[in-house]
C-alpha cells in the first residue's frame, strides 16, 4: 500500500509539472503573436488570430493526446512548443503573411499525422514480416525525383517531387521514420552481422541515391543514424567503428570526386574568399547572430531577411539575430530535452523492436539539429537539412510530426506496461498479506 500511495504521488507531481510546463508555453505563444500583432501601427488580423489559436490549439492537442493514451506529456508540449516558435518568427521575418499561414496549415496536417504515428505504433505488431515491403517502397520513394515530370532540382539538389506545379514534397524527409522503423525490425532481437546485412545494404543503398541526388544532410543523417542503431543494438564496437572508418573514407572519395561537396567545405573554410556568391548566405548568417548579442534585436527588430533562405536553412540565425543567444541556447536544451526523454523512452521500452525504433527516432532528431545549428554558426559545413519543428517546409515538419507520434505511441505503451506491473505487484501483496 506504501509503494502505490508512492506511485500516485510521482504521478500528481507529473501532472502538475507538465501543467506548468503547458501554461508556460501558452503564455509565451500568446504574447509573442499579440507583440507581432500590435508592433505597427496597422493591425496584423493572422497574428491576432494566432495569438489564440496557438495556445488552444496547444492545450486541445495536450489534453486529447493524454486523454486517449498515457503518453509522455513533456515531449508532446515541448514538440508543440518548438512547432509555434517556427509560426512565431515566421510570422515576424517572413515577407508575405502566406509563409506563416502555409506553416500553420502544414503543422495541423503534421499533428494529424502525429496522432496516426502514434496509433499505427500502438497497433501495429508485424513490423518484420512487412520489413521487405517498406525496404521496396522506400527506395522506390527515394527514387521518384528522377521521374522526368516529377523530378525536381533546388538549390543544386535533385532531391523533390512536384505535384501538378502546385504541391512539392521531398520524399528523403517522409522515408526518415521508414528508414528508422526498418532498422529497428533489422537489428532486433541482437542478430548477428550476416542477419543485419540485408537491412545494411539497404541504408547502403538509400545514401546511394542521396548522394546521386546531392542531397548531402539526408546522405549524413541516414549514414549515421544506422551506425548508432547498429551498436546499440549489437555492442560490435569493431564493426560500428569499422563502418564509420568506410564512411570517413567514402566522403573523402566525394570530396575529391564531385565538385558541390567541395564547394560547400571551401565554403566552410573560408566563407570572405567569396563574399558575394556562394559565401555571401554563410557570412550574413554569422552577421546576424552577431548582432543579436545576449538578448537580440527584438521582434521585427532585425535584418533577417539579409540571408538567403532565411525562412528554412538558416531560421536558427534568424532567430538569435531577434530573439538573442540565451534564447537559442535554450531552443537547443529544448532539443536536448526532446532527446534524454526519448532515450528514457527507449530504455523502458520492453521489446528491442521499439526500444531500438525510439533510440533512432531521437537521434536522427539530435543529429539534424546539430548539422543545422552548426552549418548556421560555422562549426560545421553546410548540408541543407532543416531545424526540425521550426523552419519552413510541409516534407520537414510533416516527417517530424510522424516520428514524434511514433515517439509518443510507444511512452504511452511504456505507461500501460508500468501500470499492469503496479496492478500486478499490489494482487501479489493482497495475496501475500
Same mark, same amino acid.
Given at each position: 500500500?506504501?509503494?502505490?500511495?508512492?506511485?500516485?504521488?510521482?504521478?500528481?507531481?507529473?501532472?502538475?509539472?507538465?501543467?506548468?510546463?503547458?501554461?508556460?508555453?501558452?503564455?509565451?505563444?500568446?504574447?509573442?503573436?499579440?507583440?507581432?500583432? $500590435?508592433?505597427?501601427? !496597422?493591425?496584423?488580423?493572422?497574428?491576432?488570430?494566432?495569438?489564440?489559436? *496557438? &495556445? %488552444?490549439?496547444? +492545450? #486541445?492537442?495536450?489534453?486529447?493526446?493524454?486523454?486517449?493514451?498515457?503518453?509522455?506529456?513533456?515531449?508532446?508540449?515541448?514538440?508543440?512548443?518548438?512547432?509555434?516558435?517556427?509560426?512565431?518568427?515566421?510570422?515576424?521575418?517572413?515577407?508575405?503573411?502566406?509563409?506563416?499561414?502555409?506553416?500553420?496549415?502544414?503543422?495541423?496536417?503534421?499533428?494529424?499525422?502525429? $496522432?496516426?504515428?502514434? !496509433?499505427?505504433?500502438?497497433?501495429?505488431?508485424?513490423?518484420?514480416?512487412? *520489413? &521487405? %515491403?517498406?525496404? +521496396? #517502397?522506400?527506395?522506390?520513394?527515394?527514387?521518384?525525383?528522377?521521374?522526368?515530370?516529377?523530378?525536381?532540382?533546388?538549390?543544386?539538389?535533385?532531391?523533390?517531387?512536384?505535384?501538378?506545379?502546385?504541391?512539392?514534397?521531398?520524399?528523403?524527409?517522409?522515408?526518415?521514420?521508414?528508414?528508422?522503423?526498418?532498422?529497428?525490425?533489422?537489428?532486433?532481437?541482437?542478430?548477428?552481422?550476416?542477419?543485419?546485412?540485408?537491412?545494411?545494404?539497404?541504408?547502403?543503398?538509400?545514401?546511394?541515391? %542521396?548522394?546521386?541526388?546531392?542531397?548531402?544532410?539526408?546522405?549524413?543523417?541516414?549514414?549515421?543514424?544506422?551506425?548508432?542503431?547498429?551498436?546499440?543494438?549489437?555492442?560490435?564496437?569493431?564493426?560500428?567503428?569499422?563502418?564509420?572508418?568506410?564512411?570517413?573514407?567514402?566522403?573523402?572519395?566525394?570530396?575529391?570526386?564531385?565538385?558541390?561537396?567541395?564547394?560547400?567545405?571551401?565554403?566552410?573554410?573560408?566563407?570572405?574568399?567569396?563574399?558575394?556568391?556562394?559565401?555571401?548566405?554563410?557570412?550574413?548568417?554569422?552577421?546576424?547572430?552577431?548582432?543579436?548579442?545576449?538578448?537580440?534585436?527584438?521582434?521585427?527588430?532585425?535584418?533577417?531577411?539579409?540571408?538567403?533562405?532565411?525562412?528554412?536553412?538558416?531560421?536558427?540565425?534568424?532567430?538569435?539575430?531577434?530573439?538573442?543567444?540565451?534564447?537559442?541556447?535554450?531552443?537547443?536544451?529544448?532539443?536536448?530535452?526532446?532527446?534524454?526523454?526519448?532515450?528514457?523512452?527507449?530504455?523502458?521500452?520492453?521489446?528491442?523492436?521499439?526500444?531500438?525504433?525510439?533510440?533512432?527516432?531521437?537521434?536522427?532528431?539530435?543529429?539534424?539539429?546539430?548539422?543545422?545549428?552548426?552549418?548556421?554558426?560555422?562549426?560545421?559545413?553546410?548540408?541543407?537539412?532543416?531545424?526540425?519543428?521550426?523552419?519552413?517546409?510541409?516534407?520537414?515538419?510533416?516527417?517530424?510530426?510522424?516520428?514524434?507520434?511514433?515517439?509518443?505511441?510507444?511512452?504511452?505503451?511504456?505507461?500501460?506496461?508500468?501500470?499492469?506491473?503496479?496492478?500486478?505487484?499490489?494482487?501479489?501483496?493482497?495475496?501475500?498479506?
Amino acid at each position: 500500500m506504501a509503494r502505490n500511495k508512492v506511485e500516485k504521488m510521482k504521478k500528481a507531481l507529473m501532472r502538475s509539472n507538465t501543467r506548468l510546463l503547458l501554461s508556460a508555453v501558452m503564455l509565451f505563444q500568446a504574447a509573442a503573436m499579440l507583440l507581432i500583432a $500590435f508592433q505597427k501601427g !496597422a493591425i496584423n488580423v493572422q497574428a491576432l488570430i494566432l495569438a489564440a489559436a *496557438l &495556445p %488552444l490549439g496547444t +492545450a #486541445l492537442v495536450t489534453v486529447v493526446m493524454g486523454r486517449i493514451w498515457p503518453v509522455d506529456r513533456a515531449i508532446l508540449i515541448l514538440v508543440l512548443f518548438l512547432c509555434s516558435i517556427g509560426v512565431i518568427a515566421l510570422s515576424d521575418i517572413a515577407r508575405s503573411d502566406v509563409t506563416p499561414r502555409t506553416h500553420a496549415v502544414y503543422a495541423c496536417a503534421g499533428i494529424v499525422v502525429m $496522432f496516426i504515428g502514434a !496509433a499505427l505504433i500502438r497497433s501495429w505488431r508485424s513490423w518484420k514480416k512487412t *520489413l &521487405p %515491403l517498406l525496404m +521496396a #517502397l522506400c527506395v522506390i520513394a527515394l527514387l521518384t525525383p528522377y521521374l522526368p515530370k516529377f523530378g525536381i532540382s533546388k538549390n543544386g539538389a535533385r532531391n523533390w517531387v512536384g505535384i501538378e506545379n502546385v504541391l512539392t514534397v521531398q520524399p528523403s524527409e517522409f522515408m526518415k521514420p521508414v528508414v528508422i522503423v526498418c532498422l529497428a525490425a533489422g537489428f532486433s532481437n541482437r542478430p548477428r552481422f550476416v542477419k543485419c546485412l540485408p537491412v545494411i545494404g539497404f541504408a547502403a543503398v538509400c545514401c546511394g541515391i %542521396l548522394l546521386a541526388e546531392k542531397d548531402l544532410g539526408a546522405v549524413l543523417l541516414y549514414f549515421l543514424t544506422t551506425v548508432a542503431m547498429y551498436y546499440v543494438a549489437t555492442s560490435n564496437a569493431f564493426i560500428s567503428l569499422a563502418g564509420l572508418g568506410m564512411g570517413a573514407g567514402a566522403a573523402v572519395l566525394a570530396y575529391r570526386a564531385l565538385p558541390y561537396v567541395q564547394a560547400r567545405v571551401a565554403i566552410w573554410q573560408n566563407p570572405w574568399s567569396d563574399y558575394e556568391h556562394s559565401g555571401y548566405q554563410l557570412i550574413q548568417s554569422l552577421i546576424a547572430i552577431g548582432s543579436g548579442g545576449l538578448f537580440g534585436m527584438g521582434l521585427g527588430m532585425g535584418m533577417p531577411r539579409n540571408i538567403p533562405l532565411y525562412y528554412s536553412d538558416f531560421i536558427f540565425a534568424s532567430i538569435t539575430e531577434e530573439f538573442g543567444l540565451i534564447f537559442a541556447i535554450g531552443l537547443i536544451a529544448v532539443y536536448v530535452l526532446i532527446i534524454m526523454r526519448g532515450l528514457i523512452v527507449a530504455f523502458n521500452a520492453r521489446t528491442s523492436f521499439h526500444s531500438l525504433a525510439s533510440f533512432g527516432l531521437v537521434i536522427m532528431l539530435g543529429l539534424q539539429t546539430m548539422l543545422i545549428v552548426g552549418g548556421n554558426t560555422k562549426l560545421l559545413p553546410l548540408s541543407g537539412v532543416t531545424l526540425p519543428l521550426v523552419c519552413y517546409g510541409g516534407s520537414s515538419l510533416v516527417s517530424t510530426f510522424f516520428s514524434m507520434g511514433l515517439l509518443l505511441g510507444i511512452s504511452s505503451m511504456n505507461a500501460e506496461d508500468e501500470a499492469r506491473d503496479i496492478e500486478q505487484l499490489e494482487l501479489r501483496e493482497e495475496m501475500n498479506d
